[in-house]
């Protein structure tokens, strides 16, 4: 079983950055695909970016955060980051941050990210 615990959220007018962590416990980090998605109010979770354990690390992002968020991830902490630079009021949702790997599938609580404008 692998726990997921997000931190870094909180509240920051548009156009400011906030960096979102996510610790892992229990499995071996080094092996999972990391996923960081987002769920606001009244909508569907959709997906944000994603970090491979294979290739160097590959990356992918969703096109409305293309160039603006950066995923990365340190697997000797065992935890993996979102730097979210040039917020927009529409980033405001709940993160979540999911760890895939053989025979894992597990999700953090969340993190709330608030943008004003």
């Known amino acids: 079983q692998v726990q997921l615990v997000e931190s870094g959220g909180g509240l920051v007018q548009a156009g400011g950055s906030l960096r979102l962590s996510c610790a892992a416990s229990g499995g071996t980090f080094s092996r999972y695909t990391m996923t960081w998605f987002r769920q606001d109010a009244g909508k569907e979770r959709e997906f944000v970016a994603h970090i491979s354990w294979f290739g160097g690390g590959s990356t992918g992002y969703a096109d409305s955060v293309k160039g603006r968020f950066i995923i990365s991830r340190d697997n000797a902490k065992n935890t993996v980051y979102l730097q979210m630079n040039s917020l927009k009021p529409e980033d405001t949702a709940v993160y979540y941050c999911?760890?895939?790997?053989?025979?894992?599938?597990?999700w953090g609580q969340g993190t709330q990210v608030t943008v004003s404008s």
């Open positions: 999911n760890a895939v790997g053989p025979g894992i599938d597990s």
